[in-house]
């Protein structure tokens, strides 16, 4: 039971973004907290190889607000010990570029919400400049909160995906499943033109090993069997989720609620992804959880290439 309310929070943390526009009772000011920094500790990133920097690394991160992140010091902490060459955030909650929040020498791209403020958004800082770069799949009614940005290289295309939560009650869980088969549409487009990762947080933890408690969770959003089944086709249409076809039998979460102990006891969910085409996933070197680093109810997740001009240079 434990495990269900730890997912409810994780809806509750959208459907609090709907109270943005809602009047609200006046109450007495309450003192600020003193700002928490965390910084990450080195063996929280450990080098995925023997020399990460040989290789072209991509990361995902929910932050759960942007800002909130960025103020604790553990986004910045957590990049400069990564490293990483592409960086895709999720849940930016954010309504105006924040440029220059990693230093110099990133292409920066953000995508906002359009109908609400302080919800949604995605955001992707890249070291190579991209050929292209799409914050739409071309659909009016997925287009409006910012969930996707499409960054596109010489020989591979890279997506950053905020997938919409089924909500509590399941109320969103209709328009989850028209999302899954348009978004599975506009990768089988892309993938016709050439091989892509997709990552982000799905919102979904596909099988019974991909959370904690899965017995008291099959009404629950992100495990619903619509959203699995989803999640199946999306995988049978020539895409593989990378960490699980390496770790086959292995129980790791990206995601544990804020509330109680839930991350200290382990008690979660793997909600985030890196999935790839099959024609691209031999040339995948490594595909990593950053289950430590702290600052967001969801942990960073990585996946390392090689750094060939053929695969990477515009």
Do not use: M
Request: glycine share 6%; charged share 30%; with cysteine.
């Amino acid at each position: 039971e434990e495990d269900e309310d730890d997912e409810d929070d994780d809806e509750q943390d959208e459907d609090d973004d709907d109270d943005h526009d809602q009047p609200k009772a006046k109450s007495k000011a309450k003192p600020k907290k003193a700002r928490v920094q965390i910084l990450i500790p080195d063996d929280a990133v450990k080098p995925i190889t023997d020399d990460d920097s040989k290789y072209f690394k991509i990361v995902s991160w929910n932050v759960n607000g942007l800002n909130a992140t960025l103020n604790k010091g553990a986004l910045v902490s957590y990049i400069e010990k990564e490293k990483p060459d592409v960086i895709f955030l999720q849940e930016t909650k954010i309504n105006e570029p924040l440029n220059g929040i990693l230093g110099s020498g990133w292409h920066e791209h953000f995508s906002f919400c359009r109908t609400k403020k302080g919800y949604s958004g995605t955001a992707c800082f890249s070291r190579v400049k991209p050929i292209s770069v799409t914050c739409e799949i071309g659909i009016s009614k997925h287009d409006q909160e910012g969930r996707v940005i499409t960054i596109e290289f010489q020989n591979f295309y890279a997506i950053g995906t905020y997938t919409p939560n089924a909500s509590q009650k399941l109320v969103r869980l209709k328009y989850k499943q028209e999302w899954d088969r348009d978004f599975l549409e506009y990768l089988k487009k892309l993938n016709s033109i050439k091989p892509l990762i997709w990552c982000g947080d799905l919102n979904v933890a596909h099988q019974e090993i991909d959370l904690k408690n899965p017995k008291t969770n099959t009404k629950t959003a992100g495990f619903t069997k619509e959203e699995r089944d989803d999640f199946t086709e999306i995988l049978s249409n020539g895409f593989v989720d990378v960490w699980r076809s390496r770790n086959p039998g292995v129980e790791q979460y990206t995601y544990w609620s804020a509330r109680g102990t839930a991350r200290q006891n382990n008690v979660g969910w793997r909600l985030d992804y890196f999935v790839a085409s099959e024609q691209l996933v031999p040339q995948v070197i490594d595909c990593f959880v950053r289950q430590f680093v702290l600052g967001s109810d969801h942990c960073p997740i990585g996946l390392i290439l090689p750094r060939t001009q053929d695969l990477i240079a515009n």
